[in-house]
């Protein structure tokens, strides 16, 4: 290299990520020959182990191979692809359902081909990343509301319905945030959308699997599935134990974003057999004992660590508030001296100041596994 241009330049020690070449074996996860308690995995209800997602994965390659060689619309396209489409819009509610290759895909494409210049979104300020580019992307005007603060958006929509009566207004929220476990208020977001003539767009990919008696997620608790005004995004990486992600809606939304989703029209196909384990994955969820399992596990978590300072969270994303890039550090070297693996969260991930472990509880956790994370809680400093 002959210039000296700095294109990266260096970060503190405190905000340096690594990877660190661990492996899973169910819930336990081994770094450096050493296996501990994994309590950071996004695997809630810890399908992405189970025999029955392994046997569907491996039926499929052998019957397809692997690949899929090009996008859907091309001849990336697979009748199984249909079939679970057409399971997940009926078992969530909906009318329709769109597979996208990711949660990240499905929200950087999602908001360009709802809305453009001239269109305003509405924000939680703690939208998860890909929201944040997605909205960007949109080249909409993006309007941030303080989290959760729905008498601060409706004030903006007011205004905003008062000064451009014809753009279009789409709101946008994580239903259970991601890093703070907390959630949002569907209905009421729901009712602003209504009565401010915006859509609604809920990316419930942590409520799913997690929140209600059957896991169908916040939408469900709501009672709001299959509204017209509102899409759901979700994913197939966390609750599902599998890959890939999706979009439901009303069929005459669902088919536009078909038509026009740059993510979804220039991206090979998943593989199938990603879409069999999550098939798989499906049929485990609707027997009800794993997200039976989860919330138990959490209760009893809940019950556990009343003297803690935890955040206002119910679902099984729990993290211990510690404010510096330090303390957060300190504290999950801490827990991995005690057998537990759950990594410090810092900015940009959240922000400034809130520097956190975040814990995420597990259906394939024992109550020991529990206890001891809570021991280890407790004998902190
Ligand atoms: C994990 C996550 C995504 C990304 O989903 P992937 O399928 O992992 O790309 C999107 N939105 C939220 C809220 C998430 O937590």
Known sequence: MTHSRNWFPTLPPSRQRRLLASQRQGKMIVLDGQSYINFSSNDYLGLSAHPQLSAAAVASIQAHGFGSG??????????????????LAAWKGFESCLLMGSGMLANIGLLQ?????????????????????GARLSMAKVLRFAHLD?????????????????????????????????????????????TYDALLIIDDAHGTG?????????????????????????????????????????????????????????STAL????????????????????????QDNVAFFLKGAQGLTLMPSLSPIQPVLLGS????????????????????????????????????????HTRHDIQQLLDALAHYR
């Open 210 to 266: 997690t929140m209600g008696n059957t896991g169908k997620g916040l939408i469900d608790v709501a009672g709001v599935a299959g509204h017209t005004r509102l899409l759901e995004v979700g994913t197939l990486g966390k609750s599902f134990g599998s890959y890939g992600a999706y979009i439901l809606g009303c069929a005459e939304m669902v088919e536009g974003l078909r038509q026009r989703m740059r993510t979804f029209i220039y």
């Open 271 to 294: 593989p199938v057999a990603a879409i069999a384990a999550a098939q798989a994955a499906l049929a485990e969820i609707q027997q009800g004992q794993w997200v039976a399992k989860l």
């Open 113 to 133: 081909a709802v809305v453009g210049r001239g269109g305003f979104v509405f924000a939680d300020k703690l939208n998860h990343a890909s929201l944040v580019d």
């Open 70 to 87: 090009a996008s859907r619309l091309v001849s990336g396209d697979d009748a199984v692809f249909h079939a679970f489409e057409h399971q």
């Open 150 to 194: 729905t008498l601060a958006l409706e004030k903006m929509l007011q205004t905003n319905q008062q000064n451009y009566p014809d753009a279009k207004r789409v709101i946008v929220s994580d239903g259970v945030f991601s890093m703070d476990g907390d959630a949002a208020d569907v209905a009421q977001l729901l009712r602003l959308a209504d």
């Open 325 to 364: 890039d330090e303390a957060a550090l300190d504290m999950a070297q801490h827990l991995r001296a005690a057998g537990i693996f759950a990594p410090a969260i810092r900015p940009p991930t959240v922000p400034e100041g809130t520097s956190r472990v975040r814990l995420t509880l597990s259906a394939a």
